[in-house]
Nanobody, 121 residues
Framework: QVQLVESGGGSVQAGGSLRLSCAAS????????IGWFRQAPGKERESVAAIHSSDITYYRDSVKGRFTISRDNAKNTVYLQMNGLKPEDTAVYYCAASTGWTIIPTEYIYWGQGTQVTVSS
């Protein structure tokens, strides 16, 4: 069982930065792939970035070069550094844990409650 808690969301102007944190409970945290997903009103949940237990990373094309995912296994925490934020990044951001390497939301078994990110133009 893994419990995930996101933090770090907020409201920023376009071009600003935020760092999201995903704190996890459970001694097996390091064995899970952790993904960040987002869901805007009226849209489907989409993958943003993911990091494997071996530190392999994935980014959706629209965030490459702006977002960085990292993990600190000693702190059971995964971070999403978001720079150069755009209004289209506005969404509720969720972190999730998977036992496999995937970017498909339905294949993630543990989810946090989400944190709101709002980017104004």
């Amino acid at each position: 069982q893994v419990q995930l808690v996101e933090s770090g969301g907020g409201s920023v102007q376009a071009g600003g930065s935020l760092r999201l944190s995903c704190a996890a409970s459970g001694r097996t945290f390091r064995s899970y792939a952790i993904g960040w997903f987002r869901q805007a009103p009226g849209k489907e949940r989409e993958s943003v970035a993911a990091i494997h237990s071996s530190d392999i990373t994935y980014y959706r094309d629209s965030v490459k070069g702006r977002f960085t995912i990292s993990r600190d296994n000693a702190k059971n925490t995964v971070y999403l550094q978001m720079n150069g934020l755009k209004p289209e990044d506005t969404a509720v951001y969720y972190c999730a844990a998977s036992t496999g390497w995937t970017i498909i939301p339905t294949e993630y078994i543990y989810w946090g409650q989400g944190t709101q990110v709002t980017v104004s133009s």
